[in-house]
Nanobody, 121 residues
Framework: VQLQAFGGGLVQPGGFLRLSCAAS????????IEWFRQAPGKEREGVSC????????YYADSVKGRSTISRDNANKMVYLQMNSLKPEDTAVYHC???????????????WGQGTQVTVSS
């Protein structure tokens, strides 16, 4: 089982990134997927969730209006487009899977290593 996040990097404030999450080894189409982030010294924060058919979507207030989550079930991918990035968006971003859609999918059934996003001038 693998959930691999990638696409992070260093970006200036106001910039954008598209994060990707590649899944393998489980029945991806039957799972909701969450993006969460972890910044040094801060608690984990759920950023966005998408249901298995993409009809259910949640965004945290901190990213609402600046982010778009989507999924490609055929290719077992989930994406998070993040625009108008702010320094407070700096964190390691992870993707995780849970069987039922919710605004918080914990306890996660699967999760993986994250990708670093750094927003700085």
């Amino acid at each position: 089982v693998q959930l691999q996040a990638f696409g992070g990097g260093l970006v200036q404030p106001g910039g954008f990134l598209r994060l990707s999450c590649a899944a393998s080894g489980f029945s991806f189409n039957y799972y909701s997927i969450e993006w969460f982030r972890q910044a040094p010294g801060k608690e984990r924060e759920g950023v966005s969730c998408i249901g298995k058919y993409a009809g259910d979507i949640y965004y945290a207030d901190s990213v609402k209006g600046r982010s778009t989550i989507s999924r490609d079930n055929a290719n077992k991918m989930v994406y998070l487009q993040m625009n108008s990035l702010k320094p407070e968006d700096t964190a390691v971003y992870h993707c995780a899977a849970g069987p039922t859609f919710a605004t918080d999918l914990r306890p996660y059934e699967y999760w993986g290593q994250g990708t670093q996003v750094t927003v700085s001038s």
